[in-house]
């Protein structure tokens, strides 16, 4: 169908007419319910417009700022649960919680919760507060952290919460060396490709710090101090090691490279109260002087007496841990973390041989 030409002229100037005389109504509309918005008065009873309030009277009451408080007090565990830091080294016998645990499994949460009640009071629990891509499981307060998107932050602070006040051990453990997020921002920390077109990647995605950088060693440090000013009487620094691989540039000697940061890492956190230990992938790693750990994983039930019998450390009853998935009773001997998923099976064996 063919409208004139004069039609579809009036037509549109019909349409701008009608489009202006929309925009003014809505601007009106608005102007006219901004307006209306200091009549307005909310009661018990739901919303209701006042014309004869003045647009300055307050109604209600006026809030006052809380008078601040000097003194803030201070709770002391001086009971028979207290854990004395200040003494040597002991064996630990105990559990961990892995962040995998709680993220794959969210029901996990409350089943540990009960199981944490039911541990006696000194009973070790290391739970993984910061992971190899570099994110926090907790809410940090460090300017370069990165919160993780994954974790229920609320859970983990109760679970971390629970392990404080039931009077455990309580054990931090956190990637050191593979860090995903700060060697992003951080370049000149991590570890080159041989090509030095940027930093080498893993095939899990996650870079790896160069241990004798002096950024890497103080971005640990901060990690570690903030930890410990959460109240954890031990720090574990897992992924204290080289990756295993030759396509990196580093010219050095690595196991000389470790130590010294083992040792610098040590004498800036550890203290006579605080353990600074480390989780590495080889047995005969040496540790540092001081209060500190050695951490082994994926060792083999078969060959934990023949690996404890070749690691040559001072006191290896005390300062030797194998973390196991299981309950295999071949690890009973020696230092261990078991996960606290196989808690309610060892705890069980453990009442059954006290019987």
């Known amino acids: 169908m063919n409208i004139p030409y004069r039609t579809r002229r009036k037509l549109k100037i019909l349409g701008t007419i009608a489009m202006v005389l929309i925009l003014v109504f809505c601007v009106t509309w608005l102007c006219w319910v901004i307006w209306l ?11 209701s417009l006042d014309f ?27 009971g028979a649960n207290a854990i004395d ?31 944490i009640q039911r541990l006696d009071a000194g009973t070790p629990v290391m739970i993984e507060m910061k992971g190899p891509f570099g994110s926090f499981f907790y809410q940090s307060g460090l300017g370069d952290a990165v919160i993780s998107q994954s974790t229920d932050l609320t859970a983990m602070s109760e679970l971390v919460n629970l392990i404080q006040s039931k009077g455990c051990y309580a054990i931090a453990q956190i990637s ?15 570890l080159y490709m041989l090509n030095r077109r940027g930093l080498w990647m893993d095939e899990g995605g996650m870079y790896w710090l ?6 890497t060693i103080s971005w640990i440090t901060s990690v570690v101090e903030e930890l410990k000013g959460m109240g954890f009487n031990e720090v574990v620094l897992a992924d204290f090691c080289f990756p295993d691989t030759d396509q990196i540039i580093f010219n050095g000697d690595k196991d000389q490279a470790l130590a010294e940061a083992a040792q610098k890492l040590l004498s800036a956190c550890g203290t006579e109260k605080f353990t600074l230990s480390f989780c590495v992938n080889d047995y005969t790693f040496p540790l540092p002087e ?25 006191d290896p009853d005390a300062r030797l841990v194998f973390l196991c998935a299981s309950g295999d009773t071949r690890y009973d001997d020696y230092g261990v973390l078991r996960a606290m998923t196989v808690a309610e099976e060892v705890e069980a064996r453990k009442a059954n041989m006290s019987e």
């Open 37 to 47: 918005q200091r009549y307005v008065v909310y009661t018990d009873e739901g919303a």
């Open 290 to 314: 001081g209060r500190c750990r050695m951490y082994l994983r994926d060792v083999n039930a078969p060959r934990v007496g023949e690996i404890a019998a070749k690691v040559e450390i001072e």
């Open 85 to 115: 830091t200040e003494q040597e080294l002991v064996k630990l016998s105990g559990y961990y919680i892995s962040n995998e645990m709680l993220v794959n499994t969210p029901a996990n949460v409350e089943r540990f919760k009960l199981q």
């Open 176 to 190: 050191a060396f593979r860090d995903r997020s700060f060697g992003d921002t951080h370049v000149p920390s991590g």
């Open 52 to 78: 004869n309030r003045s647009a300055n009277e307050v109604i209600g009451e006026v809030p006052e700022a809380p008078v601040a408080s000097l003194e803030v007090p201070i709770y002391y565990n001086e």
């Open 210 to 215: 160069d241990p004798t950088n002096a950024t």
